[in-house]
């Protein structure tokens, strides 16, 4: 399966970049500048609606539907850490690191060749953010790219692997996104300069990842909800190439506005393998490389420093179960056009 992309994966919107790093262009950080943005329009309100709840999981660590206070409290776990939705929503400052007094209210452009697009305010401000949005709404935007009006959305979100977030677990971001503090700041409308399409058919439920198969787990962490392997996953002329899963070579300019390049890294064992558990680990929560070496920060070490150590273990398995690829592969045709 082929997917048009149009444009750069390590400022996905919900969240960003992947798992091990990037590596270092030659530009220096720069501060960024904010954008223009147009007068306010008021939307109308809307009821909180929920899908039909359903009994508790027996799969430990899956909160119950009926359990608001366990759910909103995997939500906001999920986003403040794995999803990292703040990395691209929330403005970052000159040293890369996030605003939190601007958290989740958008405003940074990403510009491609094909497309101009403005991380969104995703506040529950009713004017400028996603306050009118029930949370059925809001699962639908994140796991279809459908607006409540029936409107696409556009890259850089990470959609394709969005459609298998779990319903657990894409209701319980919404639920905790209509809980974050609300913030007034009108962002511009993207521009694309090519027809955007459907991601695919509705989704309708998406069952739990067990969490008693590591590897099966952390390919969950690592894609639908931290959309690792987006970035990480080489891009030939837009389209991802499936067959290289975590060979990355992805270059990715002037990352939010701070003047760095930035390089995804092979996270494959031809890359790793060398590895030890505990030094991906450490890359993952803290930036530093192997070697010692600082990563960009164009992953938000600061978010993931708080991923729990079961699921940093669930993600490194996923790692060490990929195929060992390497530039030579890249070279190959693909599997299906052999």
């Known amino acids: 399966m082929n997917t048009k992309r149009g444009g750069i994966a390590v400022v996905l919107a919900a969240a960003l970049v992947g798992v091990v790093g990037c590596e270092q262009g030659q530009n220096e950080p720069q501060t960024g500048s904010q954008a223009q943005q147009p007068p306010a329009q008021t939307p109308a309100p809307a009821a909180q609606t929920r899908a039909p709840a359903r009994p508790a999981s027996s799969v430990t ?13 995997r939500g906001k776990y999920l986003v403040e850490t794995i999803a990292g939705c703040g990395n691209c929503h929330t403005p970052h400052n000159p040293d890369g690191t996030l605003n939190q007094e601007m ?8 510009e491609e060749p094909a497309f101009k697009a403005y991380a969104k305010n995703i506040t529950p401000d009713m004017e400028t953010g996603i306050g009118s949005w029930s949370e059925d709404d809001i699962v639908k935007a994140l796991r279809e790219g459908v607006r409540p009006d029936g409107t696409l959305l556009g890259p850089p979100m990470s959609f394709l692997f969005y459609r298998n977030l779990s319903d657990t677990d894409a209701y319980a971001i919404a639920m905790y996104m209509k809980t974050v503090r609300p ?5 511009p409308p993207s521009e694309y300069r090519f027809p955007l399409m459907p991601y695919g058919p509705p989704v309708t439920n998406v069952p739990d990842v067990p969490r008693d198969d590591p590897v099966k787990y952390g390919e969950y962490l690592a ?24 060979l990355g070579g992805n ?30 680990k450490r890359a993952i929560r803290e930036g530093v490389s192997r070697d010692g070496r600082r990563l960009l920060p164009a992953m938000p070490f600061e978010l993931y420093r708080n991923i729990e150590e079961s699921d940093l273990d669930a993600i490194v398995a996923y790692l060490r179960s990929l195929p060992p690829l390497t530039e030579e592969d890249a070279q190959r045709e693909p599997p299906e056009a052999q």
């Open 251 to 280: 270059a990715y300019a002037n990352v939010f506005g701070l003047g760095w390049t930035a390089v995804s890294a092979n996270i494959t064992p031809a890359a790793l393998g060398s590895w030890t558990d505990e030094e991906i």
């Open 61 to 73: 660590g899956i909160p119950d539907r009926n359990d608001r206070e366990a759910m909103l409290a």
């Open 103 to 110: 958290a989740y209210a958008g405003a940074f452009v990403i």
């Open 223 to 246: 894609g639908p909800v931290g959309h690792c392997m987006d970035c990480h996953t080489r891009y030939k002329e837009g389209q991802i190439q499936w067959h290289l899963p975590g």
């Open 183 to 187: 913030i007034r700041n009108e962002v």
